[in-house]
């Protein structure tokens, strides 16, 4: 059996998680990865500017980088913030923020999502967040509650049970 797949459960066994949960599960998710973005900053930014610019003085302005490198460094961070969470839904289904609210992400089937449903879903969902929230507005429609990247890729956030 595939290491990457859970056994498939009733996907009615849990239910579908609500919007207050996940956005408490979101800000969680949130302080990981501005831990992420400095990390990123400190590590590739950082020895770039030097790289382009040397050590600043006192008495100058750090001007910013060509807009291909700001392109490619904005490229680069938008791919580590996916990649967090691709490894973390594909690995076990759950982010760190998920974890703490009892979240799981699956297939409808209970089965983890699969790798372009991760891929999808990493792309999609501050897409969702960027219009106003709308998409994240969308789980308060009745029947299944899901939100609009939900739908799009095929999958569910269901809220797990506590454990003993």
Known sequence: MNQHKTAPTNSTAYPIAGLTRRIAAMVYDLFLLAAIVMAYALTVITPLRFAFYGMPSSDSSWVGFPLMVNIALMTGLAFILCGYFFICWRKQG???GMKAWRLKLQQSSGELASVSQCWQRSLLAPVSLAFFGLG??????PPNRGCVHDRLTGTQVVTLPKSK
Do not use: G
Request: hydrophobic share 55%; with cysteine; proline share 0%.
């Open 136 to 141: 994240y507005l969308w789980c308060l429609i």
């Open 94 to 96: 759950q982010s760190m």
